[in-house]
């Protein structure tokens, strides 16, 4: 399990610098300003696309239908066949009506910024179908236990957005983005590249190539398969989607704010994703295939052994991101950000949002941990209704906390639904189930270095903090 983990975990970290050094660059060239909101919302639009029909939801329903199924090949050409074409649909109609996307995305924006959005929408928007084709080849990666290919090929994305940058920084703002529109698209290309070298090299390519060609022959024999599949599909869509309606819901609140807002979100958000991902999204999909084999052959206390490791991994993680996080806020911002385009004042309004994205940090890590247990066991119902309660959560303190914290209470929204959705979760998986973990001296080991640790970043700040303001 842990090398697993390590090897999602190294492959995010080089990604996830490649990622940081992206945005060092978009910052510097691009700032603060309409040009980077612009962008960051063109390449939004497919992400939440791409969140809510692939990585979330597709991955924690497919990999238990997939193992239950007899018929994998079928099953798997079947599946395929149905999403890719809803999402080349989708994808059309929003270059046909490329304005109207835009506009969904930002209604404060005022027509001529919605103009000025329209065509990178419909550019990045082609990213959505290459990386749902990357997630389904991804997912049957996860389960013969291969995840390098996958923890690794997201670099692949950030090379291209960077020598975009690098080969536009002497062309004008719009020039720029054009620039990034396009290497979003190349950068997604690379990546549906290696996955298909993997699935090749995995012996899974006779899998799917025979999947296909029977397909129309034995199509009524996965009826039950596929139909289980979508049953359990649309509460999972709808579960995960709940995220990303949030952070839909960010910039269309955001947009009503000063100009720069939504680009402080994003760059908040970047650095709150970095242990996010490095961890908590690592060990959840290094674990969960092993989990649903586990629950599938009703060995439910293998399953809790894992998931106990998993638990006390991840706390002693995040709990050190997420107090390293809020104490050193600002100087981490100044570190990657301020430069160029980007100053002073961008830093205060950013480490602002960040301090309230890192509150939230351990909740959010250890719920995409125990929402494993639901989605093993097909609970996908449940964890619908735990999302929906997160998110009316969040709407209620967004609408709450914007007028008199501004951006930074958007993200503070966020960090209450995250609260929420954890306890609410730990509801379903068992309290006592929960409580056992917890009986351990793992929580006196926790605690006490949580005190030491926040004792020695409070001197390390006071020195970091003498450098800046020198």
């Known amino acids: 399990m842990f090398k697993a983990i390590f090897t999602n975990s190294f492959g995010i970290l080089i990604s ?16 603060a300003n309409i040009y980077s909101d612009i962008f960051f919302i063109a390449f939004k639009l497919p992400n939440l696309f791409r969140r809510i029909f692939a990585e979330g939801a597709f991955t924690q329903v497919f990999i238990p239908a997939f193992a239950k199924s007899s018929h994998k090949g079928v099953f798997s050409a079947n599946i395929f066949i149905v ?10 109609l929003v270059n046909l009506l490329p304005t109207l996307a835009a506009k969904t995305m930002a209604v404060g924006f005022d027509d001529a ?20 084709t990357v997630t389904f ?40 983005v054009y620039y990034l529109s396009f290497g979003v698209v190349i950068g997604g290309l690379l990546q549906l590249a290696v996955h298909i070298i993997a699935i090749y090299k995995h012996g899974l390519s006779k899998l799917l190539i025979g999947g296909f060609k029977h397909l129309r022959v034995k199509s009524k024999i996965i009826k039950r398969d596929t139909k289980a599949f979508r049953n359990n599909f649309f509460p999972a869509m709808w579960g995960n989607s709940t995220a990303q309606v949030s952070a839909f819901l960010d910039t269309f609140l955001a947009s009503f704010l000063v100009t720069g807002s939504i680009s402080y979100l994003y760059y908040a958000n970047r650095i709150f994703q970095l242990p996010l991902a490095l961890f908590a999204i690592a060990t959840s999909i290094a674990l969960f295939p092993r989990i649903a084999r586990y629950i599938k052959n009703k060995d439910e206390e293998k399953a809790l052994v894992f998931l106990h490791k998993a638990f006390w991994f991840l706390a002693f993680l995040l709990s050190a991101s997420a107090i390293g996080g809020f104490i050193l806020s600002r100087e981490i911002t100044w570190l990657l950000f301020e430069r160029g385009a980007f100053n002073a004042e961008d830093t205060l309004n950013t480490t602002a949002v960040l301090q309230m994205y890192m509150i939230g940090l351990l909740p959010f890590g250890l719920q995409k941990l125990f929402i494993l247990w639901l989605y093993a066991k097909e609970m996908q119902m449940k964890a619908a209704k735990i999302a929906t309660y997160s998110l009316i959560t ?40 929960f409580l056992n973990i917890l009986r351990c001296k793992n929580i006196v080991y926790l605690l006490a270095s949580s005190i030491v640790f926040i004792f020695l970043l409070l001197i390390f700040k006071n020195f970091i903090s003498t450098i800046i303001n020198a």
């Open 16 to 31: 996830r610098i490649l990622g940081f050094i992206r945005d060092l660059f978009t910052a510097s060239v691009l700032g």
């Open 83 to 92: 999403f890719l074409s809803i999402i080349i649909l989708i994808t059309l």
């Open 113 to 132: 910024t919605i103009k000025m959005a329209a065509p990178f929408v419909a550019i990045n928007f082609w990213y959505l179908p290459i990386i749902f």
């Open 137 to 176: 080849l991804s997912t049957m990666l996860q389960y013969k236990h291969h995840f390098a290919t996958s923890a690794f090929s997201t670099a692949l994305l950030n090379i291209s957005l960077i020598l975009a940058l690098y080969f536009s920084q002497d062309k004008t703002q719009s020039e720029i």
């Open 394 to 433: 969040y709407i209620i303190f967004a609408l709450a906390l914007i007028s008199p914290m501004g951006v930074s209470g958007l993200a503070l929204a966020g960090t209450v639904g995250g609260f929420v959705s954890f306890t609410l979760t730990i509801k379903v998986f068992g309290v006592d189930n």
